[in-house]
């Protein structure tokens, strides 16, 4: 089957901000829908891979912007699996407005979990074969963050319309609890231009997460957020966003 799957979208109220910006939450949300599309495709969607006892987890994204697309606009998003690593399905996106110009270009380390256990199953023992390709233009794949030394702290729990049908907190969640540590004032000035995401844990219903954060440079926001474990923390996700 050819590697390369594209869907169209249209920018709706729910996906754009009080601005008329897509939310950055949006583009992974984008992305997740087509490569789930895609997915179905090559039998290797949730329900398929839920009879094995398996599921797709997202370990990191890295999102480049060109323009954000606004409200009305339709945009042509496309995907592509690119090679499997030992670890790792890496999956490329590229979305396109309606003249054909670049709105914004992402990557993603994809994991196969077990259902029951939640421990990562490498490609090598999953039995499952993706068919990967390089176009040449793809993103670098994400490093992890390293923890900072971040001033600011805001406490927030895991509720019921944070969860996703894995039972955890999805990871669009992730940007839009950190787009709400910043007020309208600041958005409306601010235009982002590219975020890295890292998940490391779950977040679970009912769990209370700080969310520690700080601009460490000038125009770059990052937050890490954690949750306790008995007498000890535990990194649930890690942002670094940069907006002009």
Known sequence: MEPQYAEFFSV???A???FGYLKPSAILFYAQEVAG???KALALDYDTLAKRRMFWAVIRHRVQVTRMPRLGETIRVE???MPTTRAAYPRSVVAYDENGSECFRSISLWVLMDLDTRNMILPGKSG???SGALRGTELAVPQSLAPGRLLNSHRRTVRYTDL????????TRCLDWVDDLL???FHSLHRVREFTVCYYSEGKEGQELELRWDFPETGVLQADSYRREEDKEARVFALRIQYE
């Open 37 to 39: 599309e895609h997915c």
């Open 183 to 185: 007020p309208s004032e």
């Open 12 to 14: 709706d109220d729910m």
């Open 16 to 18: 754009v901000d009080r």
């Open 128 to 130: 499952i074969v993706v």
């Open 79 to 81: 995907t592509w699996p």
């Open 164 to 171: 996703d049908r894995n039972g955890h907190m999805n990871n």
